[in-house]
């Protein structure tokens, strides 16, 4: 294996990992306030990994993953089936996709079933954007195709053009990560998100970058919270301002709110961007290693890079 296929193999598998170990940082703090997280746990230091337990974040990642390497693509009533049948309640569903899931368990087409909730708006929160790490990572050369199937995988429990838009943002910032494209990350964000209300954040972002806002600032301007727009902008922040793994990571949690999820979208761009050798080995330790645990995260990234070579030959 070539030096540049290793680099990339040890992306794919920092992102999926990424995933799970930030997702498995927040996890504990979720709905904790930035000032409370800083008066248990201080402000010097870094968060330990203590109880190494992903959420649904982590679970429904892997589905997506597992489905994208069953069809060697995207099939939407796969991915749907996929996710319900290995949705285990006790990793902490949100009631949007809970609600969802049930639908399709009973039978609702996967492109319909979550059409009827929220009054018929569909959700607009960042329950797609946290599991879409497989698809940044397997069209991450072609941005057209990245953001079709971020739109489709998203329609299986997020029809809101807000969701899908920030799952599509998501996906893209993991694309630009693998290809090593930081420095022109934000303006190629800016130029490729459709919805004003994420362009608004990506110009916001520019500027708290210059200046190295506090985290009341980062809160205020970003958002820490379950909508999309309130939580895939501030990942995307985390990831740009500091020059590490564990930086970003325990900077995005330290900000509150929605701790899983800001901290696995995090943990997928850094891995995605550094490589599966930058995440501290201490969180990698502590991360679960059950049936579907690291071990098994690991494998799936390896089959996607393993799709991805054989499609460039």
């Known amino acids: 294996m070539t030096e540049s ?28 306030s930035s000032e409370r997280i800083t008066r248990v746990y201080g402000d010097a230091g870094r968060l330990a990994l203590v109880e190494g337990r992903y959420s649904d974040d982590t679970e429904q990642m892997i589905g997506v993953a597992e489905s994208l390497l069953i069809i060697k693509g995207f099939d939407g009533a796969d991915m749907a089936r996929t996710l319900v049948q290995n949705m285990n309640p ?58 079709e199937v971020a739109y489709r995988s998203s329609q299986i429990t997020h029809t809101h053009e807000l969701g899908k838009e920030g799952a599509a943002l998501q996906a893209f910032a993991i694309a630009l990560a693998v290809r090593n494209e930081r420095e022109e990350m934000q303006p190629q964000l800016e130029a490729f998100v459709q919805q004003d209300v994420f362009k608004q954040k990506l110009r916001r972002m520019e500027r708290l970058l210059r200046t190295e806002a ?3 600032e980062v809160i205020a301007e970003l958002g820490n919270g379950m909508a999309a727009f309130d939580s895939v902008p501030t990942a995307i922040y985390s990831f740009l301002r500091f020059e590490d793994f564990e930086h970003s990571v325990d900077f995005a949690i330290r900000l509150g709110g929605d701790t899983d999820t800001i901290g696995a979208m995090t943990g997928a761009i850094c891995g995605a961007y550094y490589g599966a050798q ?36």
Do not use: C
């Open 214 to 216: 506090s985290s009341g």
């Open 278 to 313: 930058a995440i501290p080995s201490d969180w990698l330790a502590q991360l679960e290693d059950g049936e579907k645990g690291k071990r098994y995260i690991q494998r799936l990234a390896e089959e996607l890079f393993d799709i991805t070579v054989k499609k460039e030959l």
């Open 5 to 32: 296929k290793r680099d990339l193999r040890s992306k794919f598998i920092g992102a999926l990992l990424g995933t799970a170990v930030g997702d498995a940082l927040g996890a504990p703090l979720e709905g904790w």
């Open 90 to 147: 006790k990793r902490g569903y949100g009631p949007g996709s809970r609600a969802a899931f049930e639908r399709l368990r009973a039978g609702e087409r996967w492109d319909e079933a979550a059409q009827h909730l929220f009054g018929g708006m569909g959700s607009y929160g960042n329950g797609a954007a946290m599991r879409i790490a497989p698809i940044g990572l397997l069209y991450h050369d072609n941005p057209k195709k990245l953001r």
